[in-house]
């Protein structure tokens, strides 16, 4: 049994990301080890909970995206619309973006609790103007995630502006402010290992998602994660597939290489997702 922590299937305005136009695991670097997504190609659902069925992914998180271009952004009562049609299949994420200013930050956020959102997605650096995790004016919406007790996913990578932007000691200054927040890391604040190696062992309530930076064997630096994985006995690791960025099944079975006992696979594939987001 699989759950995919990080998932945007091709629904609605998921389909305006770029990362659909084509399929990003079509380009390079990626595409040097890439299965193509048929589902994300043809933007076909049908075929995406085929390609999820045929990787053994039970479930998922989808993750929302809000950016200051809402060409490239995901309505939130999409990603709610998404969770309504398939409750068995799908944990919705809401998103907020703090460019449109604060006051209207927290109105979406209201919202997005209201309509069932088990958590909440930001990427701050991409934002106008950028802002690393502890900017002051995110500091309202971690205090009221912390207060509902739903996690935030911060998506910090090379991708997301600046590298300083990604750095780990920024997030390692939030999770010490709000210590009942849950924060995962989506993307693992690639590049920055094994720095952040040393925020998850410091701060109990963050938790790593490294997806395609770790299941890649083309990603440098990507058998760190399989030695962390076990010096912290596959506490607090998330499998995260990053579809349609990379292939699902392929991302299942380029696990295989790590050699994970039976129990630490139970831990990354399901039961350390069930266990934050308490299921």
Same mark, same amino acid.
């Given at each position: 049994?699989?759950?995919?922590?990080?998932?945007?299937?091709?629904?609605?305005?998921?389909?305006?990301?770029?990362?659909?136009?084509?399929?990003?695991?079509?380009?390079?670097?990626?595409?040097?080890?890439?299965?193509?997504?048929? !589902?994300?190609?043809?933007?076909? *659902?049908?075929?995406?909970?085929?390609?999820?069925?045929?990787?053994?992914?039970?479930?998922?998180? @989808?993750?929302?995206?809000?950016?200051?271009?809402?060409? $490239? !952004? =995901?309505?939130?009562?999409?990603?709610?619309?998404?969770?309504?049609?398939?409750?068995?299949?799908?944990?919705?994420?809401?998103?907020?973006?703090?460019?449109?200013?604060?006051?209207?930050?927290?109105?979406?956020?209201? &919202?997005? &609790?209201?309509?069932?959102?088990?958590?909440?997605?930001?990427?701050?650096?991409?934002?106008?103007?950028?802002?690393?995790? +502890?900017?002051?004016?995110?500091?309202?919406?971690?205090?009221?995630?912390?207060?509902?007790?739903?996690?935030?996913?911060?998506?910090? !990578?090379?991708?997301?502006?600046? $590298?300083?932007?990604?750095?780990? @000691?920024?997030?390692?200054?939030?999770?010490?402010?709000?210590?009942?927040?849950?924060?995962?890391?989506?993307?693992?604040?690639?590049?920055?290992?094994? *720095?952040?190696?040393?925020?998850?062992?410091?701060?109990?309530? =963050?938790?790593?998602?490294? +997806?395609?930076? *770790?299941?890649?064997?083309? @990603?440098?630096?990507?058998?760190?994660?399989?030695?962390?994985?076990?010096?912290? +006995?596959?506490?607090?690791? %998330?499998?995260?597939?990053?579809?349609?960025?990379?292939? $699902?099944?392929?991302?299942?079975? +380029?696990?295989?290489?790590?050699? %994970?006992?039976?129990?630490?696979?139970?831990?990354?594939?399901?039961?350390?997702?069930?266990?934050?987001?308490?299921?």
């Amino acid at each position: 049994m699989v759950f995919d922590f990080r998932l945007r299937p091709p629904y609605k305005s998921f389909c305006n990301l770029g990362i659909f136009h084509p399929s990003c695991n079509e380009l390079v670097p990626q595409k040097y080890h890439a299965v193509v997504n048929e !589902s994300a190609r043809k933007l076909s *659902m049908s075929l995406f909970w085929k390609e999820m069925d045929e990787a053994g992914i039970v479930a998922g998180c @989808a993750i929302g995206r809000q950016v200051p271009d809402d060409t $490239l !952004s =995901v309505m939130n009562a999409d990603i709610l619309a998404l969770a309504q049609e398939y409750p068995d299949r799908i944990i919705p994420f809401g998103s907020l973006d703090v460019s449109r200013g604060v006051a209207t930050a927290m109105t979406e956020l209201e &919202l997005c &609790l209201k309509g069932g959102c088990r958590g909440i997605a930001l990427e701050p650096g991409c934002a106008v103007p950028p802002r690393k995790v +502890d900017a002051n004016v995110l500091y309202p919406i971690y205090a009221r995630c912390e207060q509902a007790e739903v996690p935030v996913v911060l998506t910090l !990578s090379q991708f997301q502006g600046d $590298l300083d932007f990604s750095d780990p @000691a920024a997030v390692q200054r939030v999770a010490r402010d709000f210590p009942n927040l849950s924060i995962v890391l989506a993307h693992g604040c690639y590049p920055w290992i094994p *720095m952040v190696f040393q925020l998850i062992l410091t701060c109990p309530n =963050v938790w790593l998602l490294p +997806d395609i930076y *770790m299941y890649n064997p083309m @990603a440098p630096g990507n058998r760190m994660y399989e030695e962390f994985f076990h010096w912290v +006995d596959g506490e607090r690791i %998330l499998f995260g597939s990053a579809y349609p960025c990379y292939n $699902l099944k392929q991302a299942v079975e +380029d696990m295989e290489r790590f050699h %994970l006992s039976e129990r630490h696979k139970r831990k990354f594939f399901w039961e350390n997702a069930h266990s934050l987001l308490k299921i």
